[in-house]
């Protein structure tokens, strides 16, 4: 199954590559030509597990994975939000992690939320303009997140 779904991986990222352009043209969004095929390549054994099709949940789980990496990226670092509020990146991957396993497992954790709704206030927190007159250590801490990545 893995050389199958690397085989569709290839091919959807040369059709999508070559045919970006039209694409783009008739699509209100744009896209990235490897995050797509991913995108549709699990999608595609998704949708076949339900005629019975053997799936294979950790290729499927990686393949997940790729695209919620990928839809981290595009909605922080492409619109410049990394930098203001790094937390909204961890907030995404959790929520992505939390809807993959939902949807692998069919099994909703409801101790999952203990973690992501502090996460989503602390990231609605970051969000907020700054206020000049923070103290010391709520502008280090502040800072040390802003530059997790670097």
Known sequence: MLTLVLLMIVFLFFLFTFFKRTLQKLLPFSFCALCASVFLTWTGLFILSFFAVPLDTTLLGILMGESITGLMYKLT??????SKN?????????????????????NFIVSSLYVL??????????????????????????????????
């Open 77 to 82: 670092l492409r619109q410049q939000l990394q």
């Open 86 to 106: 790094p937390v909204l990146s961890l907030l995404l991957i959790l929520l992505g992690t939390s809807i993959a396993y939902f949807v692998l497992t069919k």
């Open 117 to 150: 709704v502090p996460i989503f206030f602390f990231a609605l927190l970051l969000s907020l303009p700054k206020k000049k007159n923070l103290s010391l250590k709520t502008q280090h801490l502040r800072e040390k997140l802003e530059h997790c990545c670097s």
